[in-house]
């Protein structure tokens, strides 16, 4: 196992170079760079051009230069355009900028974000504390129903209980989180009926002054009505995952073989299904984890005015703030990729059967 875990920790740095390469690539080509950012927030104030470019008539002798590498940027200095394109250090060629971003990140040194004047690494732990509380407590929450109710399930196929289950199930299936999201909040924030949790923040206002206790049960009751709303897509698959993944086990022969011996059925179940049974519930834990921690919490997070990673990443994106865009790539990929190998060795821990390194050889 030590070998294997040694060559997939090798894997990531080759994974990781090629998953900038394409990212890096791709924005090259995307239009509406930061310059043409600056173009636009700058538009209109002719005075200001004229300013910058190097005041008074000089500046509008030039301003019928321009520079038609970047849109709107018709009519100002090229002097100006100079300045942007050195401030952003797109005066160097895209192979150096590369290489020079990737030395930084090797060192986890993420630079600053362009349009924020704070580090990428203070931005991220800024806005961490939500994702994670999205992310973790959703796929708490979905495993610890969704496993024993996946296993009641498989246990009484075909029942009046598995039916009206499944028909639960397939509606928190098919209701969008950010829907369901809306209908929690005019149920229980104040939208309609009843104002019980709160709509926007992890925390109250006065949370500094609280006790432990206090705080404690204060945080809960923030993040109950976001916790909820993200967990019912993942719920509804995950209970599925586990009712088919014991039924397709409860039907072996080695489960006839136990039953026959006389172990009774709570034995059998836990002691011998259950075990590989739960292997493929297991594989799916580090794409849930992922996309409720960095990709579904977006739509969450605007709902419930939240302010985490999924909004720093969109809004990063759309004002094509790089070092943010690229500096959380990094960091979620690599996230991604290490995630991946703790699922390998949780599926050693559920079946020492499996290993990994006979089937590498």
């Known amino acids: 196992m030590g070998a294997y875990i040694l060559r997939r920790l090798l894997l990531i740095i080759p994974t990781l170079i090629g998953i900038m390469v394409i990212n ?40 019928g230069v321009g520079d038609e590498r970047y849109l709107g940027a018709r009519g100002l200095p090229p002097e100006f355009i100079a300045q942007l394109e050195k401030q952003f250090g797109f005066d160097k060629p895209p192979l150096e900028r ?19 004047s704070i580090s990428v690494v203070d931005l991220v732990i800024e806005k961490m504390p939500v994702s994670i509380t999205l992310g973790l407590w959703s796929t708490l929450l979905a495993y610890l129903i969704s496993i024993p109710l996946g296993i009641r399930k498989a246990v009484r196929d075909g029942s009046r209980f598995d039916t009206w289950t499944s028909g639960a199930i397939i509606v928190g299936y098919a209701i969008p989180g950010f829907l369901f999201a809306v209908l929690l909040i005019v149920l229980f924030a104040g939208g309609s009926f009843w104002r019980i949790f709160p709509l926007r923040g992890l925390t109250s206002d006065d949370w500094d002054q609280m006790s432990l206790l206090g705080k404690v049960g204060d945080y809960f009751w923030h993040i109950t009505l976001p916790v909820v709303a993200s967990t019912i897509s993942s719920f509804a698959t995950l209970t599925l995952l586990t009712k088919n993944s014991f039924l397709d086990e409860i039907n072996k022969q080695y489960v006839l073989t136990a039953k026959a011996k006389g172990l009774t059925e709570g034995r059998v179940l836990y002691g011998h299904v259950f075990r590989n049974a739960m292997l493929i519930v297991i594989a799916g834990f580090p794409g849930l984890f992922l996309a409720v921690l960095f990709g579904g919490g977006l739509l969450i997070e605007t709902i419930f005015s939240l302010d985490g990673l999924g909004r720093l990443g969109y809004e990063a994106a759309v004002a094509r703030d790089y070092p943010v865009v690229f500096g959380t790539l990094y960091v979620f990929g690599l996230l991604g990729l290490l995630i991946g190998l703790l699922s390998d060795m949780m599926y050693v821990f559920t079946d020492p059967r499996i290993d990994f390194e006979k089937r590498a050889g």
Do not use: C, H, K
Request: avoid cysteine; glycine fraction near 16%; aromatic fraction near 16%.
């Open 98 to 116: 590369f290489l020079s971003m990737m030395w930084g990140y090797l060192r986890f040194d993420f630079g600053e974000s362009w349009f924020r």
């Open 24 to 63: 890096f690539t791709l924005t090259q080509f995307v239009p509406g760079g930061p310059i043409e950012q600056i173009i636009a927030q700058m538009e209109g104030q002719g005075d200001v051009f004229q300013n910058i470019a190097g005041g008074g008539d000089a500046g509008a002798q030039q301003a």
